[in-house]
């Protein structure tokens, strides 16, 4: 079959080509982001789970005013996600450069941090809806938030896919775009 070639796993885990035609390229790219949503998903859904979990243990276990307590939980969520995103969602991007991508992480997860715990903060003390479904509500909400820049922060800057794997795919996509002309052989020359 003529066409593209896209990566694609084993069921070991590792990568193989899938050679395939212009219309199935783009179907594969939308299936593997379809599946890196859902990954992201999992990785999150569990993630909010924690953070809210979290929040109100610690809102109901202490007299720790409720930001505060909402900030707790946020740096309890944020290191579960980043292990779910490094050895889930993320497994088979580049694992170089640890430091780099672990500073990154938690740049971007602050950010995040912040707009959540911002929408927080401004529905408790900026309109007194401090009450506990109230404040699960903006939580909740919060979190929503930040997740759509956590998530475009992720994939763009930290859990950045292999280099290589990118400029064989680009390659080799070129090459088979390009028309074949007839080779021209030159008269020998005595």
Known sequence: MDGLT????????RDRAITMSEPGALRTRLDLLARE?????????????VNLGVFNIVRGATDIPMVRASLIATVVAIVFNYVGFRYFTYRDRDKSGRTKEMSLFLLFSVVGMVIENGVL??????????GPLA?????????????????????????????AKEAVQTAESFLEQAPRQPSRRQPDRV
């Open 6 to 13: 896209s990566p694609g796993r084993l069921p070991d885990g």
């Open 37 to 49: 949503v859902a990954k992201f998903g999992v990785v999150g859904g569990l993630g909010v789970l």
């Open 121 to 130: 903060y401004a529905a408790t003390y900026g309109f007194g809806w401090d």
């Open 135 to 163: 404040s699960n509500f903006f939580k909740f909400f919060g979190i929503g938030i930040g997740t759509l820049f956590r998530f475009w922060s992720y994939r763009t800057w930290v859990f950045r896919a292999l280099p």
